[in-house]
């Protein structure tokens, strides 16, 4: 029975080679201080914006690395990849600035955004599988048909490696960083970050903690972790889909067992609150998973010490999913609110509620005026009407406002 080998961390030194590689294609992101996030967590708190990277997110560092290894004659052979988004941009830029043939695979329904950014990298897309296994199975296929290279999007020590280049960035960046916050989904940007940043901070003869975060529905690390190797979930529905992996990377896994201090979890809820706050407070625009480490902060599932740098990993967001995930920030932050009332079907009842509202300074968005709603009763309708508020507090005064007319208010969804 062969045994598989143990997985060597990369050296700083190969780290550093890789930074020097990387920057041929990707630009060193800014990192912004965040006054709000500061002043949630009572420490000084940082944006490190790979949402502003070339083709939106660090994996283009990851695959760039790993492509530029190839030989002259793997090259002629084209690549081949299977991303629903962030890994397919990537591979396809690096391919296009390696003069590399890339063939990538997505699954059929992927964000029609994502789709024509990777054919304008020039890379050849095919649409394949309802779901992404099916896509990722007919990739592996294609590259064992055609002799093409396959690359993958986190289970490779090069592009672990490439992915760490973000962790050297943030200690050139903020030198005197406490803390890092870093989504995981497979594992190759984390266990990179957590590698580099650590060999950086050891060489200044000081420690630093890194932190993992995952989707609370994709949580597969959690399990692994604690079982000491690579566990395989049912991975449950997430905005987060660009971490929403059901097994880890065997190689990011081990570098992670070894040197990630943490992992936590994160809801949906709090994945729209982070992307909203990181929108009006920041002006970044980002990706479920790239809002990852923010969530954390603002939820309280990590409470660092000192200065902190989160990595917004991603902003490639469809314009449509970033209107429901607005929607739905504002209600989860209590500030975008439906309200259902029973009313007697007869003449005033519409003003009485509207007075009510007014009263607590609600401002009334949308009215449903219903005779026919499920449960109504002869000479009843059902008024739903939508109420912009300031926050719970607000939210509260205004169903208090109802209630003091006389009515019983109930939240329901739009």
Known sequence: MSQIAPVVAPTLEEFEIAHENVAQVAIQTPVLHSHYLSEVVGHDVFLKCENLQRTGAYKLRGAFNRMSKLSEAERKLGVVAASAGNHAQGVALASKKLGIKATIFMPVGASLPKFQATKNYGAEVVLEG????????????????????????????????????????ILNQVPDVDTILVAIGGGGLAAGVAVSSKLMAAKQGRTIKVIGVQSENAASYVPSLKAGHEVEI???????????????????????????????????????????????????????????????????????????????????????????????????????????????????????????????????????????????????????????????????????????AGLQPRITQP
Do not use: C, W
């Not at 592996?140 to 020590?157: L, R, T, W």
């Not at 479920?288 to 010490?305: C, D, E, F, I, R």
């Not at 007869?346 to 968005?365: D, F």
């Open 130 to 169: 309802a779901v992404f296994a099916e896509t990722l199975k007919a990739a592996k296929e294609y590259a064992a048909e055609q002799g093409a290279i396959f690359i993958p999007p986190y289970d490779n020590i090069d592009v672990v490696t490439g992915q760490g280049t973000v962790g050297l960035e």
């Open 234 to 404: 049912t991975t449950q529905r997430t905005i987060a889909d660009g971490i929403a992996v059901a097994k880890p990377g065997h190689i990011p896994f081990e570098l992670i067992a070894k040197h990630i201090d943490e992992v936590v979890t994160v809801t949906d809820d709090e994945l729209a609150k982070a992307i909203l706050v990181l929108l009006e407070r920041s002006k970044q625009v980002v990706e479920p998973a790239g809002a990852a480490a923010v969530a954390a902060l603002m939820s309280g599932a990590v409470k660092p010490q000192g200065k902190t740098v989160a990595v917004l990993s991603g902003g490639n967001i469809d314009p449509l999913l970033m209107q429901k995930i607005i929607g739905f920030g504002l209600m989860a932050s209590d500030r975008y609110t439906t309200i259902s009332v029973m009313l007697p079907d007869r003449p005033g009842q519409l003003v009485k509620t509207a007075e009510a509202i007014a009263q607590a300074q609600g401002n009334v968005v949308e009215v449903l005026h219903t005779r026919h709603g499920e449960g109504l009763e002869i000479g009843e309708v059902e008024l739903r009407v939508s109420v912009e508020t300031m926050g719970h507090e607000h939210r509260e005064r205004v169903l208090q406002s109802l209630k003091d």
